[in-house]
């Protein structure tokens, strides 16, 4: 009955299947092989990179690897066997990088010691260095660190770029405003751009903001390294330019343990267009939170929290509640008060899903959604 199924129903069964059971359905029949290798199978793939798996593709099915437009891979970076295949896989595809459009990288598991990553990264690179119509690029989840050659590699190679995000889990941050502002130059139509702040400066806002600009729409900003901490300011006019220009500019902000209470103060600036706030300070929280009640109001979306439970908490949830109806998730990752969560759910109409527990639970602590 399978045999009997036309091609284009197997071909769109078979673009669901990992890697490792499309290698397995290949060697059912003819069909189902002319099915398996069809570029419609491969445009939108995921790739998980098994450690225990040595032998993830059959030879003639890497020639396929050609067709992926949209690639997501994952792998284990403590595990050799795992590193290996995700940098094998990503030095075949760089010789058929010309059709890639997205690619978007991810770590498992621990990060070994004294391990720089090395490998992935030149891998990558070397597929940047063909894809000259890659639209889309997401290192956000890979733990080494980025540096300046990356980043200007992507503006020599890739002038068709829409979104690149280098905000990940570092403990340095080596790309320099500089080379930040070459690839806006040389990537007109970059609309979404994720930066460590210490990456980010005036002179970005004021390129971002010029008139012959294409609509800007996302600025995901993280603060987790040293260099994020000592960032020099940047003036509210800045901000107030760029909002102006791009109305519908969004600002992701992530606020790690590394920034000590001043340095809270002197990034959270009235005039950003905040959509999103992730708290996870080993100082003050409740100071931001109330200066997000009273100052994100309009815009603000998405509030994480992560911190101790205190009567003093409590009080800015529900005042953040009160002034920001716009709301559309909340998660609190500490016990609060059943009167903190009655207050977002009736003055927050637009809540989608929240994690606001009443008692400890075990974790991980699951969010709740709302239809």
């Given at each position: ?85 995700a940098t ?80 990940n889990h ?15 130059e040389a ?185």
């Open positions: 009955m399978a045999e009997e199924l036309p091609e284009e129903v197997l071909v769109l069964i078979f673009r669901h299947l990992p890697l490792r059971d499309r290698a397995a359905a290949a060697g059912v029949c003819k069909a189902w092989a002319v099915a398996v290798t069809s570029s419609a199978v491969w445009y939108d793939t995921d790739i998980s990179c098994d450690c225990e798996q040595e032998g993830m593709l059959p030879p003639y099915l890497y020639t396929c690897l050609d067709y992926i437009h949209n690639l997501r891979l994952e792998y284990e970076p403590s595990r050799k066997m795992s590193r290996r295949l094998e896989l990503l030095i075949a595809m760089a010789g058929g990088a010309p059709r890639l459009r997205g690619l978007r990288l991810e770590c498992l598991g621990e990060k070994p010691l004294l391990d720089s990553g090395r490998d992935i990264l030149d891998a990558v690179q070397a597929v940047c260095q063909n894809a000259c119509e890659l639209r889309y690029l997401d290192l956000r989840r890979l733990p080494f660190t980025l540096d300046d050659e990356l980043v200007l590699l992507v503006a020599r190679s890739c002038p068709e770029l829409r979104s690149i995000f280098l905000d570092t403990l340095v941050d080596s790309v320099r405003p500089g080379s930040v502002l070459e690839l806006l990537c007109r139509h970059l609309c979404s751009l994720g930066l460590h702040l210490a990456s980010l400066s005036s002179a970005i806002l004021q390129v971002l903001a010029a008139p012959n600009r294409e609509p800007f729409e996302l600025l995901a900003l993280r603060c987790a390294c040293p260099e994020d901490a000592r960032a020099p300011h940047i003036p509210d006019e800045c901000w107030g330019a760029l909002r102006c220009r791009h109305p519908g500019l969004a600002v992701e902000l992530e606020l790690e343990p590394v920034m000590p209470a001043e340095s809270v103060t002197r990034v959270l600036q009235p005039a950003i267009p905040l959509a999103v706030l992730r708290l996870n300070l080993s100082g003050d929280t409740i100071g931001p939170v109330h200066f997000a009640a009273h100052h994100y109001a309009a815009t603000l979306r998405v509030l994480e929290v992560r911190a101790s439970s205190s009567p003093e908490l409590d009080a800015a949830l529900q005042e953040l509640a009160a002034r920001c109806s716009g709301l559309r998730e909340i998660h609190c990752f500490c016990v609060v008060r059943s009167s903190v969560l009655e207050a977002f759910r009736a003055r927050c109409p637009r809540l989608r899903s929240y994690t606001l527990k009443l008692k400890r639970e075990p974790h991980p602590w699951r969010p709740t959604l709302l239809r």
